[in-house]
């Protein structure tokens, strides 16, 4: 199909149709996200995995799917954004095979990784398909919104769904049940999303694709080294001696091509920078939230796997709720001002949570929950609209990658801290009686000690218990308290900057989501407002410089 085909195509294909063949793909995204979360204590069992190997399982997914995302925006952009959604689709597919028949757990991480290339291509292009089938401002709005809601919402029920497979089938059901579902993504993609025209001109760098994977991964394992009951700190010099090499010749790189893989340019756009900074520390409080509470409903309190995901399961359905409401609401307060009452809100809900509901019984917690995840969807619907207003249309991938790169780092970071914090507290709290001994990996976690007290006579075991239930309890607390901490200094900064910033302010409300109308060109802005004030006029034409970001280097 031509381009020129593209116009009269689009303005014959149904929207929500296109979006409901998205919704699966984006559904499955965040459901692989969070799934392992509750399934951590049975693959210690069943696959004899150590405290480092459960996070890379975990880690491996977010973080080659961060490291890829601004590649594959780029090349989503390139071939097509329904051959890139297809193609990922795909991918998926088959690494959910490999890991639902997994034997080690370096087996499992490898799947774990192929996963996360195939939710590198399927996330940028389906945000791309949303971007440009929503032609109205308000409808895209609401759109995005929508998109917000599922990936997190179906983040958030991940845990849920997990632990019913667990109690019913074997561990590998919660990857198997990805592959009925991506064969109906595909064939609702093929059926309604129209063929959009491809843009063979645009550059895709596969080598720094690589470096910057490479540089994540490496950046990872230092931060992992460090945070290891007994830090490994030649090994933490070295990974991060070599990952911050890769960063800075993926940096050179990006200097010395007319098209980098990232282009730094866009973070001149304030709506960018913020709306990136805003998904990162989100997503790094929220991961690492959600992994120290799903631990400690099942290792503390006893509850089962799917138990443990109904209890966290408010903040998935206020996330929902707070997604849908807030692209047309966007329109009626701003975007500035629901930005600051989103972060305060999710900021209280933490910390009350944190505070005052923990362990304070079942409505305290719904309650501080519910609070938090409303919070939560509304700050991330927030963020994704403020990345994707400034993009044009044929750089729709690149903006999709990079509020998801935002998210997903975020995410990687904050698992892959509370899961070390977690283990280095734990063994340094953990206080055994002197007359009994354990093996040394058995103080890398409360999971390990479970396993280890087995062979224990009944009252040893009754005092490696309580020894070790008071261990990991500090650590839970401590992490809990890190991430309201991160919370509440992101909701100071955004407030300091909106309040004291007048121009940040004008950006903001520069970008009328009412209007249905394309924004001028920066030469077209003068002539067509001539009553604006020059401070208004400057932030348009900003904004409209921002749209095509990519176009200049």
């Given at each position: 199909?031509?381009?020129?085909?593209f116009?009269?195509?689009?303005m014959?294909?149904?929207?929500?149709?296109?979006?409901?063949?998205?919704s699966?793909?984006?559904a499955?995204?965040?459901?692989?996200?969070?799934?392992?979360n509750?399934?951590?204590?049975h693959?210690?069992?069943q696959?004899?995995?150590?405290?480092?190997?459960?996070?890379?399982m975990v880690?491996?997914?977010?973080?080659?799917m961060?490291g890829?995302?601004?590649?594959?925006?780029a090349?989503?952009?390139r071939?097509?954004?329904?051959?890139?959604?297809?193609?990922?689709?795909?991918?998926?597919?088959i690494?959910?095979?490999?890991?639902a028949?997994?034997?080690?757990?370096?087996?499992?991480?490898?799947?774990?990784?192929?996963?996360?290339?195939?939710?590198?291509?399927?996330?940028p292009?389906?945000?791309?398909?949303?971007?440009?089938?929503f032609?109205?401002?308000?409808?895209?709005?609401?759109?995005i919104?929508?998109?917000?809601?599922?990936?997190?919402?179906?983040?958030?029920?991940?845990?849920?769904?997990?632990?019913?497979?667990l109690?019913?089938?074997?561990?590998g059901?919660v990857?198997?049940?990805?592959?009925?579902?991506?064969?109906?993504?595909?064939?609702?993609?093929?059926?309604?999303?129209?063929?959009?025209?491809?843009?063979?001109?645009?550059p895709w760098?596969?080598?720094?694709?690589?470096?910057?994977?490479?540089?994540?991964?490496?950046l990872?394992?230092?931060?992992?080294?460090?945070f290891?009951?007994?830090?490994?700190?030649?090994?933490?010099?070295?990974?991060?001696t070599?990952?911050?090499?890769?960063?800075?010749?993926?940096?050179?790189?990006?200097?010395?091509?007319?098209?980098?893989?990232?282009?730094?340019?866009?973070?001149?756009?304030?709506l960018?920078?913020?709306?990136?900074f805003?998904?990162?520390?989100?997503?790094?409080?929220?991961a690492a939230?959600?992994?120290?509470?799903?631990?400690?409903?099942?290792?503390?309190?006893g509850?089962?796997?799917?138990?443990?995901?109904v209890?966290?399961?408010?903040?998935?359905?206020?996330?929902?709720?707070?997604s849908?409401?807030?692209?047309?609401?966007?329109?009626?307060?701003g975007?500035?001002?629901?930005?600051?009452?989103s972060?305060?809100?999710?900021?209280?809900?933490a910390?009350?949570?944190?505070?005052?509901?923990?362990?304070?019984?079942?409505?305290?917690?719904?309650?501080?929950?519910?609070?938090?995840?409303?919070?939560i969807?509304?700050?991330?619907?927030?963020?994704s609209?403020?990345?994707l207003s400034?993009?044009?249309?044929?750089?729709?991938?690149?903006?999709?990658?990079?509020?998801?790169?935002?998210?997903?780092?975020?995410?990687?970071?904050?698992?892959?801290?509370?899961?070390?914090?977690?283990?280095?507290?734990?063994?340094?709290?953990?206080?055994?009686?002197?007359?009994?001994?354990?093996?040394?990996?058995?103080?890398d976690?409360?999971d390990?000690?479970?396993?280890?007290?087995?062979?224990?006579?009944?009252?040893?075991?009754?005092?490696?218990?309580?020894?070790?239930?008071?261990?990991?309890?500090?650590s839970?607390?401590s992490?809990?308290?890190?991430?309201?901490?991160?919370?509440?200094?992101?909701?100071?900064?955004?407030?300091?900057?909106?309040?004291?910033?007048p121009?940040?302010?004008?950006?903001?409300?520069?970008?009328?989501?009412?209007?249905?109308?394309?924004?001028?060109a920066?030469?077209?802005?003068?002539?067509?407002h001539?009553?604006?004030s020059?401070?208004?006029?400057?932030?348009?034409q900003?904004?409209?410089?921002?749209?095509?970001?990519?176009d200049?280097?």
């Amino acid at each position: 199909m031509s381009s020129t085909d593209f116009p009269d195509r689009l303005m014959t294909c149904r929207p929500w149709l296109c979006f409901a063949a998205l919704s699966g793909a984006l559904a499955l995204i965040g459901i692989d996200m969070t799934v392992l979360n509750v399934a951590l204590p049975h693959l210690s069992m069943q696959l004899g995995a150590s405290t480092s190997e459960k996070l890379w399982m975990v880690n491996a997914y977010s973080l080659l799917m961060a490291g890829l995302l601004p590649g594959f925006g780029a090349l989503s952009d390139r071939i097509g954004h329904r051959k890139m959604l297809c193609s990922g689709l795909f991918v998926f597919c088959i690494a959910s095979l490999i890991a639902a028949f997994s034997f080690t757990p370096s087996m499992l991480i490898a799947a774990r990784g192929f996963l996360g290339i195939g939710a590198a291509a399927i996330l940028p292009a389906a945000l791309s398909v949303v971007r440009t089938v929503f032609t109205k401002k308000e409808q895209q709005a609401t759109a995005i919104g929508i998109c917000g809601a599922i990936w997190s919402g179906a983040a958030a029920i991940g845990p849920v769904i997990g632990g019913l497979l667990l109690e019913n089938f074997w561990w590998g059901a919660v990857f198997l049940i990805n592959v009925p579902l991506i064969l109906i993504s595909i064939t609702l993609s093929l059926r309604w999303i129209p063929r959009f025209p491809s843009n063979p001109c645009r550059p895709w760098d596969l080598v720094a694709s690589v470096l910057l994977t490479a540089g994540l991964i490496a950046l990872l394992f230092a931060l992992k080294s460090a945070f290891k009951p007994n830090a490994d700190w030649p090994m933490f010099i070295g990974s991060a001696t070599v990952g911050a090499a890769i960063i800075v010749l993926l940096l050179k790189r990006a200097r010395s091509t007319a098209a980098p893989l990232i282009n730094f340019n866009m973070f001149r756009a304030p709506l960018v920078s913020l709306g990136a900074f805003v998904a990162f520390v989100m997503g790094f409080a929220f991961a690492a939230l959600q992994y120290a509470l799903s631990q400690e409903l099942q290792l503390i309190r006893g509850l089962s796997p799917s138990l443990t995901g109904v209890q966290i399961l408010p903040i998935a359905g206020a996330s929902v709720v707070a997604s849908f409401l807030i692209g047309p609401m966007m329109s009626r307060l701003g975007m500035e001002r629901l930005l600051a009452i989103s972060l305060g809100l999710a900021t209280l809900g933490a910390s009350l949570f944190t505070y005052v509901g923990f362990r304070s019984g079942a409505l305290a917690e719904l309650t501080t929950l519910s609070m938090l995840g409303l919070g939560i969807g509304a700050v991330m619907s927030i963020a994704s609209t403020a990345i994707l207003s400034c993009a044009s249309q044929d750089r729709a991938g690149a903006a999709a990658s990079l509020e998801a790169i935002s998210y997903e780092l975020g995410g990687t970071l904050g698992i892959a801290v509370a899961g070390s914090a977690m283990a280095r507290i734990y063994d340094r709290v953990l206080m055994l009686p002197p007359s009994i001994t354990l093996p040394v990996n058995a103080r890398d976690g409360m999971d390990q000690t479970l396993i280890a007290v087995a062979k224990l006579k009944p009252d040893e075991q009754i005092a490696v218990l309580s020894a070790a239930q008071s261990a990991f309890s500090a650590s839970i607390y401590s992490v809990l308290h890190g991430a309201t901490l991160m919370v509440l200094v992101l909701f100071v900064a955004v407030g300091l900057i909106l309040f004291f910033c007048p121009r940040m302010r004008a950006f903001f409300r520069a970008d009328d989501l009412s209007s249905d109308r394309p924004v001028p060109a920066q030469d077209e802005g003068e002539s067509r407002h001539p009553k604006r004030s020059a401070g208004t006029r400057r932030s348009g034409q900003y904004i409209s410089a921002c749209r095509g970001f990519g176009d200049r280097s």
